[in-house]
C-alpha cells in the first residue's frame, strides 16, 4: 500500500553525475543547521572522496556511511 517504494535508484548527488549511488555522505553546516540537523548527499564509488573533502575543507562535521536499503531484506 506504500508509494514510498520505487523503481528509482539512488543517484550520485555529484553535479553531472548518475552513477548510482553506494555511499551516504552526512553532513551539517554549524552556521546555519542546528546541532540535531543532518543533511544527506548521495555518492557513488568515485565522488564518495570528492564530496567528503568538498565538505571537510569547509570545516563541516561529515560522515561517509554505506548506503544500504533500509526496508529492503535480502532473498524473499
Ligand atoms: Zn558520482
Request: glycine share 6%; aromatic share 8%; with cysteine.
Amino acid at each position: 500500500m506504500s508509494s514510498t517504494d520505487t523503481s528509482l535508484t539512488p543517484v550520485c548527488s555529484r553535479a553531472g553525475c548518475r552513477d548510482g549511488a553506494h555511499w551516504r555522505v552526512e553532513w551539517r553546516n554549524p552556521k546555519i543547521h542546528n546541532a540535531d540537523r543532518v543533511k544527506v548527499w548521495l555518492a557513488c564509488d568515485e565522488h564518495r572522496e570528492f564530496l567528503h573533502d568538498y565538505l571537510a575543507t569547509r570545516q563541516f562535521p561529515v560522515a561517509v556511511v554505506p548506503l544500504v536499503a533500509a526496508d529492503q531484506a535480502e532473498g524473499g
